[in-house]
């Protein structure tokens, strides 16, 4: 009660001073980004978007990414002022579900053509594109096939096929068991321990399926990218041969590449500084 009335004897502009602290951080929380949900033919789509510059970006997650795991250093370090950033979940990842993923034989050239009717739907017409892994093939694909729509392509630890010793080192992960506690509690984290290891073992089904199919994804589309192109690799990647930067070099005209010699599959997370400075001077140039 003593504490009640001591408010009371509080002067009015210390009062006012604190109440209006009290707005101006629920404004804070307010205007801060927040991930939506919508629905395009039936399907769920979790997405943030940040950022009000005049050059777009699509963030690509790689597989069964989500947005903040795979691209919350991009999304916390790159210039909001120079860009607006849309990260998405596609339909079966992250928030984006129920229901869970499906891997069908086309889920990559699916996955290109829904992004694509997902930024026109949320209003971008156009836009660069930032694809890693499963969201690098996915961008290849897209970019070939929506030259109009396709400003600045970015993709990095990604192919436009498999080898069969890619497929070997798919299946040491396919058990989520022997990952690293480091490396499986964010996925388990969303999806639950259950749920994350069927879908696990579906991808690495899905890789296996395409090898048996002579293990292309989209090759013949490269020629059709029109778009300038930065690829980047980490020359320790244990999951992509580094002979896929070779093949998209050649098929891709006009593309650029930047090396980490200590880099592995998820440059973007383990050399946040360059990878970003490099991908910022690519986009604004």
């Not at 579906?202 to 589309?221: F, V």
Request: with cysteine; hydrophobic share 35%; proline share 5%.
């Amino acid at each position: 009660m003593s504490s009640c009335k001591s408010l009371l004897k509080l002067k009015p502009n210390f009062v006012n001073s604190l109440f209006t602290r009290c707005n101006v951080l629920a404004k804070t929380f307010s205007t801060a980004p927040r991930e939506e949900i919508i629905h395009i033919n039936s399907q769920k789509i979790n997405y943030l978007k940040v950022g009000n510059g005049p050059k777009n970006i699509l963030c690509f997650p790689g597989a069964l990414g989500t947005i903040l795991n795979d691209f919350k250093p991009q999304i916390e370090g790159l210039d909001k002022n120079k860009f607006t950033i849309v990260a998405w979940e596609r339909p079966g990842h992250g928030k984006s579900r129920p229901p869970e993923r499906v891997f069908t034989p086309k889920f990559y050239e699916e996955d290109a053509d829904l992004a694509c009717e997902f930024m026109k739907h949320i209003g971008f017409n156009s836009f660069s594109l930032l694809g890693w892994s499963d969201g690098g093939v996915s961008g290849l694909i897209l970019a070939a096939k929506y030259p109009e729509v396709i400003e600045k392509l970015v993709v990095w630890g990604t192919s436009s096929y498999v080898l069969s010793h890619e497929i070997d080192a798919f299946e040491k992960i396919r058990y989520i068991k022997d990952w690293s506690e480091r490396a499986r509690a964010p996925f388990v984290e969303y999806y639950g321990e259950k749920i994350f290891q069927e879908l696990q073992h579906s991808w690495c089904d899905a890789m296996k399926e395409l090898m048996k199919n002579g293990g292309d994804i989209c090759s013949p589309l490269l020629k059709d990218i029109k778009c300038d192109t930065f690829i980047l690799y980490g020359d320790k990647d244990p999951l992509v041969d580094p002979c896929h930067v070779d093949y998209l070099m050649k098929n891709i005209k006009g593309a650029k590449l930047h090396r980490f010699p200590e880099g592995r599959h998820n440059i973007h997370i383990r050399c946040i500084k360059e990878f970003n400075e490099k991908v910022t001077e690519f986009l604004l140039k």
